[in-house]
């Protein structure tokens, strides 16, 4: 329902709100326009798009980044057709790792900020908790992504063939191994982690998506955005609204550290 008409809301408009623009974020693969400046900027940030989608999903995201003084960069995370981000996370959290180090290697990078979208913030959180990510992010926002796992996964089993094509949508289900792995393993606590969900978000319902901190991790944190699709997320000024406090909130911490 649109909180201001009190009406339903046509069937385009809800499936753009949830699973994004087919022309937009589908057809065009991974075009973007590409720019390697993205380490000259005080605050730098790494993008991560999510299953079945393609970094084209950031535009918006990346425009106001930029607009706010942030480098940005992502990654093309090939797949099915060699863009729709269909390969497991283990592999593209350590494919990402080694590609970042190559980069920090070469341009001076030293930390960055990283914000994921659905899939592409359990690959940022399995990349931060298991392949060194931990000596390079200075926070982590994930936007509507399965920390608890989604039964809708079982849609992207139906679309990987049930996981002949791929089986990363059964690492996203409630109860999988990577998803008990992520949960034992402590996120380091000097990286805010930061979980934004939308209860309307009908691809990670809001019970998957939030986070479950154990005593004492006091760095994960919550926030709810009402009345958002699950990729109108990473579009929403409601959402870029809490981002962009996120990370000021870490660059000051970071910044004082070094003091």
């Known amino acids: 329902m649109d ?13 753009r ?38 970094r084209n999903v950031w535009e918006v995201m990346e425009d106001r980044l930029r607009d ?7 990654f093309d995370l090939g797949g099915l057709l060699w863009r729709f981000n269909t390969r ?3 592999d593209l959290s350590a494919n990402i790792a080694d590609k970042i180090e190559g980069i920090c290697a070469r341009t001076g990078l030293q930390r960055f900020h990283i914000i994921g979208h659905s899939k592409g913030g359990m690959i940022a959180r399995h990349y931060v908790q298991h392949h060194g990510g931990d000596k390079r992010a200075k926070s982590l926002v994930t936007l509507g992504s399965p920390h608890q796992g989604t039964p809708t996964a079982l849609v ?23 998803i008990r792995t992520l949960q034992k393993d402590s996120f380091p606590p000097g990286i805010p982690l930061t ?20 005593p004492g991790e006091t760095s994960m944190e919550n926030v709810e955005i009402p009345g958002i699709g699950h990729t109108a997320l990473t579009t929403n000024p409601e959402v870029y609204k809490v981002i962009h406090a996120r990370l000021d909130a870490a660059s000051t911490i970071w ?5």
């Open 68 to 74: 706010h003084g942030y480098g940005v960069f992502s």
């Open 3 to 15: 909180p201001l008409s009190k009406t339903p809301l046509p069937l385009t408009r809800l499936l």
């Open 195 to 214: 979980s934004i969900y939308s209860k309307t978000d009908l691809v990670c319902p809001w019970w998957c998506a939030t986070l479950r901190p154990r």
């Open 255 to 259: 910044k004082e550290r070094k003091q």
């Open 88 to 90: 497991s996370i283990p």
């Open 17 to 54: 709100d949830q699973i994004g623009s087919i022309r937009r974020v589908y057809l065009r693969g991974n075009r973007i326009v590409r720019r390697d400046d993205f380490a000259r900027f005080p605050e730098t940030v790494l993008l991560l798009h999510g299953f079945f989608q393609t």
């Open 156 to 178: 992207g089993v139906g679309l990987m063939a049930g996981g002949l094509i791929s089986r990363s949508p059964f690492q996203m289900l409630p109860g999988s191994s990577l």
